[in-house]
């Protein structure tokens, strides 16, 4: 099906594994597969899909780490992988993805390694959920300086270290760091940031 551009399964009871030949979809703009049983991991070929924007697979048993190939894929613009299995480290390779206006990896559990500093690059980036994970290190100043930055949780890791002055810096209007293992103050520039909305957390 190489002309197929948008693909929706979404919240049904499918199962099994993606299989690699997705790779040979090189039509493909979008694909929804969210809410179903499927298990396995991600096929490193979706990195053939050049055209590619939306991968939509939360709220699933995927397992397996997140395919660096996911960083060829420059028109992305929103990665949906929450509530799976996922682990291992966040691919440096995203910070490529400067379209991406959504990355959503939390709630996977097994996700470790520290946050790259390369998702600074990622100059689109609106909303970053990175939430109840293994994430360790801390945290790069760089992902304070995404000007079109609005939400950010990275809450529920092992964060360690300071928070960068940069925070208070950046355009977010809600970030949620807790249950980390962070020291020391909190920075002036986070208390004088006058964009900072109040909301329970996602």
């Given at each position: 099906m190489t002309s197929l551009e948008y693909c929706?399964?979404?919240?049904?009871?499918?199962?099994?594994?993606?299989?690699?030949?997705?790779?040979?979809?090189?039509?493909?703009?979008?694909?929804?597969?969210?809410?179903?049983?499927?298990?396995?991991?991600?096929?490193?070929?979706?990195?053939?899909?050049?055209?590619?924007?939306?991968?939509?697979?939360?709220?699933?048993?995927?397992?397996?780490?997140?395919?660096?190939?996911?960083?060829?894929?420059?028109?992305?613009?929103?990665?949906?992988?929450?509530?799976?299995?996922?682990?291992?480290?966040?691919?440096?390779?995203?910070?490529?993805?400067?379209?991406?206006?959504?990355?959503?990896?939390?709630?996977?559990?097994?996700?470790?390694?520290?946050?790259?500093?390369?998702?600074?690059?990622?100059?689109?980036?609106?909303?970053?959920?990175?939430?109840?994970?293994?994430?360790?290190?801390?945290?790069?100043?760089?992902?304070?300086?995404?000007?079109?930055?609005?939400?950010?949780?990275?809450?529920?890791?092992?964060?360690?270290?300071?928070?960068?002055?940069?925070?208070?810096?950046?355009?977010?209007?809600?970030?949620?760091?807790?249950?980390?293992?962070?020291?020391?103050?909190?920075?002036?520039?986070?208390?004088?940031?006058?964009?900072?909305?109040?909301?329970?957390?996602?």
């Amino acid at each position: 099906m190489t002309s197929l551009e948008y693909c929706d399964f979404a919240s049904n009871d499918l199962s099994g594994s993606l299989s690699r030949d997705i790779g040979n979809m090189t039509s493909l703009r979008r694909i929804g597969l969210e809410e179903n049983n499927l298990t396995g991991e991600i096929p490193k070929e979706i990195g053939h899909l050049t055209n590619f924007e939306r991968l939509s697979m939360c709220c699933n048993r995927i397992s397996g780490s997140v395919p660096r190939e996911l960083g060829n894929l420059t028109a992305m613009v929103g990665i949906y992988l929450h509530n799976n299995a996922l682990s291992g480290p966040i691919p440096k390779e995203l910070g490529r993805l400067v379209n991406l206006w959504e990355l959503q990896l939390n709630q996977n559990f097994l996700i470790n390694g520290s946050i790259p500093k390369e998702m600074g690059n990622m100059t689109s980036l609106s909303y970053l959920f990175l939430y109840s994970n293994e994430l360790s290190g801390e945290i790069p100043k760089e992902v304070f300086l995404l000007n079109n930055l609005l939400e950010l949780n990275i809450g529920s890791n092992r964060l360690c270290g300071s928070l960068p002055r940069e925070i208070g810096n950046t355009t977010i209007q809600n970030v949620w760091i807790h249950d980390n293992d962070l020291s020391g103050p909190i920075p002036s520039t986070f208390v004088n940031e006058s964009r900072l909305f109040g909301r329970s957390s996602p």
